[in-house]
């Protein structure tokens, strides 16, 4: 379908703004994967034995802990309005070629769904490498401390 | 039995609400646009030739009254009845042209055809035919901005007749171009209506444009004036 030529050449013609959602979006999936194994890691620790548990609590590391993922949260929250933000400037700055395919007989549903193509692409692209990095880098010091 | 005609407007009216305020675009205008017709509207700014075009073209809804094209009331339609009607049945001008910017001349005459359940072969033997017809057939994979303005309206024209609409509707398509470039523009929708009995509908402010249509019709504060009629002043 002819959406997914202008949803490309879009991108290539502003390569700036598409690489700003690519990398907000990104940062906020690795915010969000770092965070969930960290979460899931520390599930496991609980297991292993009482005296690593209490080691874990007493530690001056555990109020770091928890300021660290209300950091990451709080991040992960303002990486998304930046990429929303970008992207909603994309949408803005073509409004009148929206309207131009409206008239042509273009659907509502249609041109909704090759934005959201267009934003899912980039996430795909600014997503998956740093979530796949992240998750390595996790599992594998994971795997180092037990 | 005589035939009905393509465009049939009865008592239309159209109310914007700006805030608190009521603004009425059309009142109560009546008009019937037979078939082969080139009409041109007409008249100062802000006298509801545009809205006008919109509730024909079904881009906009008449806030009472009735618009039958072809027999069909397209008020009555619902918003995706109206889409795919539209693509069928009108071809759009616009001042601005607005061509898809990242899309060749031939995309952007092929883009209505997508919607069409044409073959690849057959929209490509349309898309020649349309820009044979312009005479663009060697700008096929120029992009818009490596056209001049006069030949980007000749290119909408040609994305307009691609489907080959029984209506063509062009809002200023002289608006945003220079003296030769809309005299070709003029002369190209002359032709269509003369050789290919399409039907026209054109907005315009400049009086040149206006000369190359078969009849003209004056828009004055929201009325339509009766045939013949100037507004005064």
């Not at chain 1, 980039?122 to 994971?142: C, E, S, Y």
């Not at chain 2, 608190?20 to 646009?33: G, R, Y």
């Not at chain 2, 009409?39 to 906009?60: E, R």
Request: with cysteine.
């Amino acid at each position: 379908m002819r959406y997914w030529t202008i949803i490309w050449r879009n991108v290539a013609r502003n390569p700036r703004r598409a690489l700003l959602t690519a990398v907000s979006i990104g940062f906020s999936l690795f915010l969000i994967v770092m965070e969930q194994i960290a979460a899931d890691r520390r599930l496991r620790l609980e297991a292993f034995s009482e005296r690593g548990y209490y080691e874990a609590q007493t530690a001056a590391g555990s109020g770091l802990r928890v300021l660290a993922s209300i950091l990451t949260v709080f991040m992960g929250i303002g990486a998304c309005f930046a990429a929303m933000n970008t992207m909603y400037a994309a949408v803005a700055g073509r409004a009148r070629e929206i309207g131009t395919l409206r008239a042509l007989g273009f659907s509502r549903a249609g041109i909704l769904a090759s934005f959201m193509a267009e934003a899912v692409l980039l996430a795909l692209i600014g997503g998956w490498f740093p979530a796949r990095d992240a998750a390595r880098k996790t599992i594998v010091d994971a795997l180092r401390s037990s | 039995m005589t035939e009905p005609a393509l465009v049939r407007i009865t008592n239309l009216s159209r109310i914007f609400q700006r805030d608190n305020e009521k603004v009425v675009a059309l009142a109560d205008c009546s008009l019937e646009i037979q078939r082969g017709a080139f009409l041109a509207l007409m008249g100062p700014s802000g006298s509801g030739k545009t809205t006008l075009l919109n509730i024909i073209a079904g881009l906009d809804r008449p806030t009472s009254g009735d618009v039958e094209i072809e027999g069909v009331n397209i008020a009555a339609m619902s918003d995706r009845e109206l889409t795919r009607w539209r693509n069928q049945n009108i071809g759009f001008v616009f001042q601005s042209f607005n061509l898809i910017p990242v899309l060749t001349a031939f995309e952007n005459v092929e883009l209505p055809l997508l919607l069409t359940g044409l073959s690849k072969q057959e929209r490509r033997a349309q898309v020649e035919t349309a820009m044979r017809l312009v005479g663009l057939e060697d700008r096929m994979s120029h992009l818009p901005r490596q056209l001049s303005g006069g030949q980007e309206q000749r290119v909408a024209i040609a994305r307009a007749i691609g489907t080959d609409p029984s209506l063509i509707l062009a809002d200023e398509p002289t608006g945003d171009l220079d003296a030769r470039s809309a005299e070709d523009v003029m002369n190209l929708l002359a032709r269509l209506n003369a050789d290919f009995g399409k039907s026209i509908v054109m907005v315009t402010h400049d009086p040149r444009a206006a000369h190359h249509a078969a009849g003209i019709r004056y828009l004055d504060k929201g009325l339509l004036l009766p045939e013949g009629e100037e507004p005064a002043g």
